[in-house]
C-alpha cells in the first residue's frame, strides 16, 4: 500500500466531498458543448464529480487504487459517469496528447524530479487553445500549517513554476501568489498561501 493509498483508506472523504473553490469560480455553469476535462492527482474525486454534474466529459489520473475507488463510489453516489485512471503523473506521455479542452491539477504536488513531467502531462494533454488550472500551496505555506506537504521541495515558487512553464508554447493568462481559505475535509483547514495558474496551449 502506497503513501496515498494509506492516507485514502478511510470511509471519510479526507479533503471533503465538495469541489475546490479555484474549480468551482472557474467553471460555474452547466456545459452542453460535448467537452473534456482530465484532471491530475484528482485523489478521492470531489472536482471531478462536480465537474461531472456540470456536463464536463471527465477524465481522471491518480496514483492510489484507493483513491480511485472512492472516486467511483462518488460518482454513482451523485449520479454521474467519470473514467478514473491508475497512473502516477509524473511519468512521460501519462495521457493521450492534444486531446483535452481542459486539464487541472488541484494540490498535486510532487518531488522536485517530477515536477516538469507533471507540467507536461498538464500541457501536452491539451488541444490546440485548450486551458489548464492549476492551485498549489506556495513555499509560504509551511509557515501557516493549514494543510499541504511539510517537504519545501514539493511546494512552489512563481518562478520555479515559469521555469517549467517555459518549455511549451503557451500563454499565462494568470499566475499568482495570493492568501485564500481552504477548509477541505480535515487537510486543508484554514488561511493558506497558494499559487493558482490559467494557461492556455497555442
Known sequence: MNHWDEKFDS????YGEEANEFVKNIFQTNTTNNENIVLFAEGEGRNAIYL???????????????GIDKQYKLAQKTGVGIKANYGDITQPDLTTQSTF?????????????????????????????????????SI???????????????????????????????????????????YEGTKHTGLASVIQGHIEKL
Open 52 to 66: 461531472a454534474q456540470l456536463g464536463y466529459d471527465v477524465t481522471t489520473y491518480d496514483m492510489s487504487k484507493i
Open 11 to 14: 470511509d471519510n472523504y479526507i
Open 101 to 137: 479542452d481542459y486539464s487541472i491539477n488541484i494540490f498535486g504536488h510532487v518531488p522536485t524530479e517530477g515536477k516538469q513531467a507533471m507540467f507536461n502531462n498538464l500541457i501536452q494533454s491539451l488541444a490546440k487553445n485548450g486551458h489548464s488550472y492549476f492551485e498549489f500551496y
Open 140 to 182: 509560504e505555506q509551511l509557515e501557516y500549517r493549514t494543510g499541504g506537504p511539510k517537504d519545501k521541495t514539493m511546494l512552489y515558487e512563481i518562478d520555479e513554476i515559469k521555469h517549467y512553464l517555459a518549455q511549451h508554447t503557451i500563454k499565462i493568462h494568470m499566475l499568482e501568489k495570493r492568501e485564500t481559505h481552504r
